[in-house]
């Protein structure tokens, strides 16, 4: 009698992960669930026991790129201005890991996949004793900048592109310039850009609060009627 091959039991995090080296090697649009099928050793169908479609796999995967940030282990900051530049170099690097599937995240905004991560950096202002008018001016500041120049690399290395082509000095001599007297890697740009930001902000939060209102008086004894 010929036994039984047991079925290889895979759990929903380890097809995520497998969606996400297929992405890693063949990018998204040619991204397909048998890839993901082959490197578990399973049929393409056992997959749609974790997942309803490959809509829901995809969808993820561009969480699990925001959670291995969460879990890149930072060092405390008394400065809350470098607590929120330390947190956004954790979410640039876990991307650039996987360039490739940055783009599922113009598709899946990041405040609709982790919204606990806002409600954590609304608390950490909070605890700075950042006035609470502020936060939300704060985090979309983060957010415009973050997005912007980790998606626009990120797309950029997936496509096999320079983030600035080859050019000739003398026609482009101010951008030459510049790029000479600031001789900082990617990251290094990205996190000055941050401190940047935020110190302007913090020099604003300064003069913003506004001075507590003045009590108002108590009214006094009515004067008695003269006979």
Avoid at 1 to 25: C, F, G, Q, W
Avoid at 139 to 144: P, Q, T
Avoid at 145 to 174: K, R
């Amino acid at each position: 009698m010929k036994k039984k091959n047991n079925p290889i039991v895979v759990s929903r995090d380890t097809a995520i992960r497998a969606a996400l080296d297929a992405i890693d090697e063949y990018g998204l649009e040619q991204f397909n669930m048998n890839m993901v099928a082959e490197r578990l050793s399973i049929r393409a169908p056992s997959l749609y026991y974790h997942f309803k479609d490959k809509l829901e796999l995809l969808t993820e995967v561009a969480r699990i790129l925001l959670l291995d940030a969460d879990q890149e282990k930072t060092e405390p900051s008394a400065d809350w201005k470098e607590g929120l530049v330390a947190t956004s170099l954790a979410v640039r690097r876990s991307i650039m890991r996987h360039p490739n599937a940055a783009p599922l995240l113009l598709s899946h905004p990041p405040r609709h996949l982790a919204l606990s991560g806002y409600e954590r950096t609304m608390k950490y202002l909070e605890k700075a004793g950042v006035p609470a008018d502020q936060h939300m001016r704060i985090v979309a500041g983060l957010d415009a900048i973050s997005w912007g120049s980790i998606l626009f690399e990120a797309v950029a290395v997936s496509l096999g592109f320079q983030l600035y082509p080859v050019y000739d000095p003398g026609l482009f001599p101010a951008l030459a310039r510049a790029k000479k007297l600031s001789p900082l890697s990617d990251e290094e740009l990205f996190a000055g850009t941050m401190r940047t930001f935020l110190a302007g902000l913090d020099t604003q939060i300064d003069t913003h609060v506004a001075p507590a209102a003045p009590k108002a008086k108590k009214p006094g004894p009515k004067p008695r009627k003269k006979t």
